[in-house]
């Protein structure tokens, strides 16, 4: 469906669904990634299909979206400019928690212990973590999108 509406576009399975054994609240995030020529096209397209996720936090290299209504099995796409900071952050992400066994039980135990916070509250705490293991300070826009 996604590389019909992109279909210059590759096509990731990131969040906590795509690294073994991690908690997760059971949807599926996509990360669509297109040449920032393509962007524009791939944002109008996706939204034709896609309900907006924060489209407030936006950018040039980043939009969200949501199934409407939600399934049994909810869906997440996050359309990145490829190469940009936000793509390099969810591969990073996705790759150093499937690499690192520690870094794993500590993020989920890190998801335990916020279990029931606000959703504000918990989006600004795991922005926090995950800036900590990568290094960086996570954008508002990719702190609610990295929300999985």
């Known amino acids: 469906m996604i590389r019909t509406l992109a279909p210059n576009s590759e096509v990731e399975h990131i969040g906590a ?4 054994g991690a908690l997760t609240k059971g949807d599926v995030d996509l990360l669509v990634r297109v040449s920032e020529a393509d ?3 791939a944002l109008a397209r996706l939204a034709a299909r896609y309900a907006p996720h924060y489209p407030d936090d936006w950018t040039s290299s980043l939009a969200s979206f949501k199934e409407q209504p ?17 793509d ?6 996705r790759e150093r928690l499937l690499s690192d066994p520690d870094l794993l039980d500590r ?9 029931g916070d606000e959703y504000e509250e918990y ?3 795991k922005a926090g973590f995950i800036a900590g293991i990568l290094g960086r300070r996570l954008a508002r826009n990719s702190r609610r999108s990295m929300d999985d």
């Not at 669904?17 to 073994?20: A, E, G, I």
């Open 39 to 41: 962007f524009q096209d």
């Open 70 to 86: 939600e399934r049994d099995l909810p869906v997440g796409v996050q359309l990145v400019v490829a190469g940009s900071e936000d």
């Open 107 to 115: 993020y989920n135990s890190f998801k335990a212990s916020h279990e």
């Open 88 to 93: 390099r952050l969810f591969v990073s992400w």
């Open 17 to 20: 669904t795509s690294v073994p």
């Open 123 to 125: 989006t600004e705490a």
